[in-house]
Structure formats: C-alpha cells, structure tokens
Nanobody
Framework: QVQLVESGGGLVQAGGSLRLSCAASGRTLNIYRMGWFRQGQAPGKEREFVAGIRWSDSALYYANSVKGRFTISRDYAKTTVYLQMNSLKAEDTAVYFC????????????WGQGTQVTVSS
C-alpha cells in the first residue's frame, strides 16, 4: 500500500488559482497511475474523476469539465503529484482526493484523506 497526503486546499475567489499537492510514501514503486478526484457537498453528489497521470509514460487524462483549466503533473524525485487549478469556478468547490492505483489499471485502491477547496463567487 501507499500513504497519500494532500495539501494546498483553501478558499479562493472565482477566477483565482490554487495548487494541490499529494505526497506518496510506502510502496511507491508499485504505482501504476495517480489521480485526483473530487466530491461536492450537495446531497447525493458522487465522487468524480478530475485528472490522472500514468506513471510509466506520464500520459495525462482530464475530465471535460476541467480541461484547459487544470494541469496535473508529477515530481519524479519526490513521488509527488500536483494539481494546478486555474480559472476556478464556484462549481469547482469540493473536497479533493488524491488516489493511487497499484492494480495496474483495474481501480484506484489507495486514497488520501482529502483537502477542501472552496471557490467564492
């Protein structure tokens, strides 16, 4: 397993930027991919995929709702993944979770505790 610790959340005005970080430790050599998910506070809101990066070739994946505004990247030396969020909107308000896949593509099976991002309009 890997341990994931997110940081960088907070309160920002609409149009502003934030950068989230996720530091991985433990069995990091087994990581196939890492990603960011989010879950809004509205009742019944499900956790949704935001962005992902594959470890082997750094292939990037984004939800349509964040393309062109969010950028996922990694620091190879620190086993840290970042999510740069620009042009934030009120609808981006959510708890953001970092996740790691050690199942070679089957599912994300390791999760961080989450960090709150609030965008005021």
């Amino acid at each position: 397993q890997v341990q994931l610790v997110e940081s960088g959340g907070g309160l920002v005005q609409a149009g502003g930027s934030l950068r989230l970080s996720c530091a991985a430790s433990g069995r990091t050599l087994n990581i196939y991919r890492m990603g960011w998910f989010r879950q809004g506070q509205a009742p019944g809101k499900e956790r949704e995929f935001v962005a992902g990066i594959r470890w082997s070739d750094s292939a990037l994946y984004y939800a349509n709702s964040v393309k062109g505004r969010f950028t996922i990247s990694r620091d190879y030396a620190k086993t840290t993944v970042y999510l740069q969020m620009n042009s934030l909107k009120a609808e981006d308000t959510a708890v953001y979770f970092c996740a790691a896949d050690l199942t070679h593509g089957e599912r994300y099976d390791n999760w961080g505790q989450g960090t709150q991002v609030t965008v005021s309009s």
